[in-house]
């Protein structure tokens, strides 16, 4: 009976009942979308740096050289050469050291020459197909297998740079000989192929048109470059030790992703707190005009509750009326807000996947989080009922029909 009448009594006014609900639903919608982004977000970074000591690169901003170099999100800092890292990669120090060469992409996707081992860091292993071998063979990531719709046996060419609109190189042509499985990572987003693919491509002086495969072994060396090191230590000594011998002995540098991502998280955790204590907030606001309603419509309705009294409501019966009220617009603001947060978090997804290559998933649930906000968003409405619920147990039935 009293949630039936609660629930009727919660359309009474249904213009601030909506209200009420829109409020509660844009601070519930925000700290949703925050929660989880926060969540998906330091996990991505934490698992793409796993196993990753230092990052041997150019010269310049080492954060820049952690997010070209780990993640595939900014613009290298430049090339070094790959005889003078070759010489640290073999330190007696390192226990493995992924060469990585930068060069061009295929329709936003970027083509990195590297190692197989780079694939294994990530816990991938080629799905379809097999391991590239020769000269400008590729091994597909699986997202970009499955958005391009390419195969095991495709051909194509690749354009100079970054942009999806640079120059394209046809005197050579890539072909896919294997697809990756599906890690999660950022290696998922990448096209694979060797380090001489790379020096291959870019050396048309050396390299007639058409001749689309060569060995390893039939492009020197000497005087190549590369754009960066993934290094693992013996022991993490190397971590200590490195980078200030490496700017003191050479021209490159050598950042620590671990030292960098937390410097990104501290400045991140500034936006996202600040966003935060907005959408708290507007749900402090909601609250507020919960109260409002429910103590603006106490006054038309004292009435009807004094009425409901003489015909046996109990004092508490009637208090428990008023906070249902409140707590099923929290309820409905939360459930709604929930949905909203999902849905902006998909929006966000579709966005960054295209720009950065990194995407969220807006059907995780973080429910120790989120249960704390549904706690949250019910004290709310017990704390907007808590005064006009007294007021109704306080009511007064000779004098409220007597001024009837």
Known sequence: MIGKLAWRNTWFKPLNTALSILLLMSSVAIITVLILLQKQFEEQFSSNADDIDLVLGAQGSPLQLVLSAVYQMDAPTGNIDYSEAKTWMQNPFVKSAIPLAYGDNYLGFKILGTTPAYLSKFGGTVEKGTMFSNTFEVVLGSEIAHKLNLKVGDTFFGAHGDAKEGEKHEESSYKVVGIASKTGKVVDNLILSNIQSVWAMHDVHEHEQGEEHHTEEMISEDGKE???????????????????????????????????????????????????????????????????????????????????????????????????????????????????????????????????????????????????????????????????????????????????
């Open 226 to 404: 590369i754009t960066a090191v993934l290094i693992k230590f013996r022991n993490k000594m190397g971590i200590v030790l490195w980078p200030r011998m490496i700017a003191q002995n050479t021209k490159m540098q050598a950042a620590s992703p671990a030292i960098e991502i937390n410097r990104l998280f501290t400045l991140f955790g500034i936006g996202l707190d600040a966003l935060q204590y907005l959408a708290y907030g507007i749900m402090l606001i909601s609250g507020i005009s919960i109260f409002i309603a429910l103590f603006n419509t106490l006054k038309e309705r004292k009435y009807e509750f004094a009425l409901l009294r003489i015909q046996g409501a109990s004092r508490i019966q009637l208090l428990r009326v008023v906070v249902v009220e409140s707590l099923i617009l929290c309820v409905m603001g939360f459930i709604f807000g929930t949905i909203l947060g999902r849905i902006a978090l998909w929006f966000i997804s579709k966005s960054s996947d295209q720009d950065f290559k990194i995407a969220f998933n807006p059907l995780e649930f973080v429910w120790q989080k989120e249960g704390i906000l549904f706690l949250v968003t019910l004290s709310v409405g017990f704390l907007a009922a808590l005064i006009p619920a007294v007021k109704a147990y306080r009511l007064n039935i000779s004098k409220t029909l007597s001024h009837a």
